[in-house]
C-alpha cells in the first residue's frame, strides 16, 4: 500500500496547491484506491490546518477521485475492471458522437487549438510528469466536445474526466511506466485535422482500446488489495 509523504505549504490559505499535491499523490499512486487519508498527518506534513485540508479534499470528493463515509473517513475511490470497463464504454459512444458533431464545425482555430494542447502533452511527457500528462491528454481529448456544441454533451465529459484522471493514471500503473509513449497521440491528431470522419472514429475507439485487457487485469489485482491508511 502506497504512503505519500508532503512538502510543507507556505500558506495556509492555498487550497488549490493543497488539492493539487492531493491530486498528484493520487494519480502517481502515492495514495492508492481504497487508501484512507490520514489527516492530522497529512497537514502535519504539508503544515496546514485542518480546516483547508478538509476544503481540500471535499473538493477532490465532488471531483470523484474520493470518496467521504460518514464515521469511517475520506478515502480514495475504491477501482474495480467493472468501473473501468463501464467508463471506457461508454467514452466510446461519446467520442463518436462528438467526433460527428465536431465535424462539420471544424475550422483553422479548432486545427491550431488541437497542435497547441498536442503540444502540451508532447512537453509533460517528454518531462514525465505523470499528473501533468493526464491533465492535458484530458484537456486534448476535450477539444472534440468542446467544438460539437452540445451542452450536455460537454458537461457529460467533464463528470466523465474525474473518473478518466484515475483510469489513465492506472493504466500507467499497470505499464510501469510514468508516462505513455509521446507519439501516442500522432495518428489521433492527424485524423482530426483529415478528410475521413470515419476513420477519425474508428481510431479514437481503437486507442481507448490500446492496452485496455492489461489495464484490466491490473484493476482486478487492485480488488484482491486490502485498504490501509495514509
Known sequence: MGKADFSPIADTTRRAEIVALLRRAILTGQLEPGQKLNELRISEQMRVSRAPLREAMRELVQEG?????????TF???VTAKDIDDAYSFNKVMDELAIERAWPLRDQRFFDELDRRHETVKQA?????TTRQIETALQLHGLIYEWADNSVLLETW???TSRLQMYFAL???ARNEPVPAEDVHETYVRLLKGKDMRAAQRHAREHIDLDFEELLSYARGLEQRPSRGA
Open 65 to 73: 477521485i474520493l470518496t467521504s463515509i460518514p464515521y469511517a473517513g
Open 76 to 78: 480514495v475511490i475504491e
Open 125 to 129: 511527457t517528454r518531462e514525465l510528469d
Open 158 to 160: 467533464q463528470r466523465l
Open 171 to 173: 493504466h500507467q500503473h
